[in-house]
């Protein structure tokens, strides 16, 4: 049997497939084809293992979740992998069935941004209102509200990349991620100073690298910014988003411009961080991983922002979650 789970039930699994009418191999060949469409990678889904989930005998990784979720348009809590959070929406249909299609999309990208709520100070639900506004007037032309830079901020594995991608999806605004964008001069900058390039953990990334990429990365903002250009940019941010002189000299750049900013911090717990940055296996986690209770004790999961800010709960990734079927529905839509 696989590790147990606090509330797993995997015959809730079966229920689901069997409910859908679908045979092992047809639900593998579905499963392929949804986790394709939505970038995600299950690297066996055969019908030997989608029995071992089902019996239990494996517990499901993140992308394989992610894939089912999609598959049979359900949460993790319906299809058994988890308990649901307090106040989580468990139960609920998205379907791309054509006489059903009215409002399923706008109803699924609505339910995805009730996980952005008010971490302190912030009017949440206006915040959403214009996000669904931005996606809304893609197609029309025209927005009433000013610029604004949104900075998707969190701990390693916590899923703000995702969240981020997610908001670039639905507003059209350009996405400047921390990492693609600084990572090959970053890797080139630590080989010099005698680290290793992958370093992310010693001194020398600290004080003498991080500066420099965080400073390359809030340049290319402040380029959007310069053109009033929305634009929503991800990293860790923790030193940022706790330091109230740098976010007030962001926050001030930004108006003298027109432009808002929207501080999201991304919640998550640790047990979920951990399985994330396991599965995508990227060479800068190794140290992490190899120490994960050194890492622990470098990290806060209570941290948040020092200004008015959004906070999105992806407590066992349920924000990403609930993103996959908005993006899945929204895509169904444009058929």
Known sequence: MGRQRAGWRPDRLREHREAHGLTLEEAGERLRVVAEQARVTVPAANPQTLSMHETGESYPGPPYRRAYCLLYRATEPSLGFRPALPGEETQFEVTPLPEQRNGSHVIAVERALTRISDGDGFDSFGWQQRVMEAWKRRRTGGDPH??????????????????????????????????????????????????????????????????????????????????????????????????????????????????????????CDVESMHEYISHRGAARDAWKLERWDEYLATIDVALRPVVPHLVVDNRLGSAISLADQARQAIGAMSV
């Open 146 to 267: 000013r610029p604004c830079v949104v900075l998707v901020g969190g701990y390693a594995g916590s899923g703000k990349t995702e969240f981020a991608r997610f908001l670039t999806q639905l507003t059209g605004w350009p996405l400047v991620d921390k990492d693609p964008l600084t990572r090959p001069l970053v890797e080139l900058l630590l080989t010099s100073l005698g680290s290793q390039p992958h370093d992310r953990h010693t001194e020398i990334y600290r004080d003498r690298v991080r500066p420099a990429e965080y400073a390359a990365l809030m340049q290319a903002v402040y380029s959007n910014v310069s053109c009033q250009i929305s634009t929503v940019v991800t990293a860790p941010f923790i030193a940022e988003l706790t330091n109230e002189e740098w976010m007030q000299r962001l926050i001030n750049r930004c108006s003298a411009q027109g432009v808002d900013v929207a501080p999201i911090w991304v919640r």
